[in-house]
Nanobody, 123 residues
Framework: QVQLVESGGGLVQPGGSLRLSCAAS????????IGWFRQAPGKEREAVSC?????????YTDSVKGRFTISRDNANNAVSYLQMNSLKPEDIGIYYC???????????????WGQGTQVTVTV
């Protein structure tokens, strides 16, 4: 069982930045594909970004391309980061990280999920 812990959420003004982190509480994420998802109030959860464990390829939903960057630190138990710049009010939501052992960025499935971290963008 892998327990994921997200951190780094908070309240920022439009145009601001946040860096989210996703770590496994007692292990490494080295062998997992990591996805970031978000759920805004009253909306369905959507995939935001993903990084493959096989070749390091990345995926971004169109609305965050050029503003968000996903990465992983393989020297640090493969902690995953989601750098979010130029934040907009429409980026508001609970952000979740998820880990896929066999699944891939395109179709998952993701086996483990974190509890989420709140991102709020407001003046």
């Amino acid at each position: 069982q892998v327990q994921l812990v997200e951190s780094g959420g908070g309240l920022v003004q439009p145009g601001g930045s946040l860096r989210l982190s996703c770590a496994a509480s007692e292990s490494t994420l080295e062998h997992y594909t990591i996805g970031w998802f978000r759920q805004a109030p009253g909306k369905e959860r959507e995939a935001v970004s993903c990084i493959s464990n096989s070749d390091g390829s990345t995926y971004y939903t169109d609305s965050v391309k050029g503003r968000f960057t996903i990465s992983r630190d393989n020297a640090n138990n493969a902690v995953s980061y989601l750098q979010m710049n130029s934040l907009k009010p429409e980026d508001i939501g609970i952000y979740y990280c998820a880990a896929a052992h066999v699944g891939n960025c395109r179709s998952g499935p993701f086996d483990y999920w974190g509890q989420g971290t709140q991102v709020t963008v407001t003046v």
